[in-house]
């Protein structure tokens, strides 16, 4: 049975967790009008431009209104002329004194009144050639459509997302963070180099600085949404990524081989051997990280105490082992001297 002696040393852990690269802002486009979507005109990973036509939907009832809009304009107008021009009338009446003061008031008001109706129908107007425009969905800016979200022939309430559009410009990277650990991340902040970002199919690591942190844990998994910025990376969007957190380094700190460490009633233990005797106990230890192969034991162990390191899942308590003892090496005789 392989067994090692424990011993205090230094020790270096880290922490890893999984990543993605997005967009800093990535928008959900939808049309603020409802209407039948007749066509779109880009598809998922197109490039757009600002200011490019995306989708149409059905506008014709928005033009009809548009139509009868304008004809509430001009029925208005024709209104407060006629009015306007009654007012004219009664104020040469009035001043030949064959009509009061009180009527030509009345008049006064029924053509500021009219006025008023053409500058509500006007406005109204406007609304209407606005809605009229919204039949055409337009990127706001240049970017990827990074998600479709309707096809042809459905009907959409206003508001109702169409696409998604990853904007150019800074990109971030995107990780969560349990909530035990979301006090590390926030102190390695402060901390140069402490926090660092390694791309998927790459084996170097740059440094992350970051930008936004969670105020509250998701509902469903209770870990924390960070993003960092990219800098001046090449990433691309979706990439996978891996950022490290480096925790300070550990001194008198324990460390044993992964294989010494097992599970036992959901609790962490290795197995120590009594030399008086040669049996076996299972001794419960807590893990503080991981150190490469090695686990960093935060307790539960003393420098000194023997522990097995190989065979432990074939072991019980009070069984007797004999330690291994690694075979020698048997040296070659000499070589007979050759015959004369």
Not at 91 to 100: N, T
Request: net charge positive.
């Amino acid at each position: 049975m392989r067994t090692q002696l424990v011993s205090a040393g230094a020790a270096s852990a880290s922490h890893e967790y999984a990543a993605e690269v997005k967009a800093r802002v990535e928008s959900r486009l939808s049309f603020r009008v409802s209407g039948k979507l007749l066509s779109r005109a880009v598809n998922l990973g197109d490039t757009v431009k600002a200011g490019q036509v995306l989708a149409r939907i059905d506008g014709q009832d928005l033009k009809l209104a548009e139509a009868a809009a304008a004809a509430g304009v001009a029925a208005a107008r024709t209104n407060r002329d006629q009015l306007g021009a009654d007012y004219k009338r009664f104020v040469d009446l009035q001043r030949q004194g064959f009509i009061s003061a009180a009527e030509l008031e009345r008049r006064d008001s029924a053509f500021k009144a009219a006025q008023a109706q053409l500058e509500q129908a006007k406005a109204q107007a406007d609304v209407q050639g606005n809605q009229a425009a919204y039949a055409q969905l337009v990127a706001d800016g240049a970017g990827v459509v990074t998600g479709v979200n309707a096809e042809p022939g459905q009907v959409l309430a206003a508001g109702t997302p169409v696409f998604s559009v990853a904007l150019d410009g800074p990109r971030d990277i995107v990780f969560s963070v349990p909530e035990d650990q979301i006090a590390r991340v926030k102190a390695a902040a402060s901390q140069p180099g402490a926090l660092k970002v390694r791309l998927w199919g790459s084996d170097k690591t740059a440094p992350l600085t970051l930008r936004e942190v969670a105020a509250a844990a998701d509902p469903v998994t209770r870990t924390f949404l960070i993003k960092a910025d990219a800098g001046k990376l090449d990433v691309k969007l979706g990439q996978s990524a891996t950022v490290v957190l480096e925790l300070p380094q550990m001194a008198g700190v324990i460390k044993l081989p992964l294989a010494a460490v097992l599970q036992q009633e959901g609790k962490t233990s290795v197995w120590l051997l009594d030399p008086a005797s040669m049996t076996v106990k299972p001794q419960p230890v807590q893990v503080g990280g991981a150190d490469g192969n090695d686990v960093v034991i935060a307790g539960g162990l003393s420098a000194g105490q023997e522990v097995v390191v190989a065979g432990v899942h074939v072991l019980a308590p009070g069984q007797k082992v004999k330690r291994y003892v690694p075979p020698r090496t048997v040296a070659a005789p000499p070589a007979a001297a050759a015959s004369r």
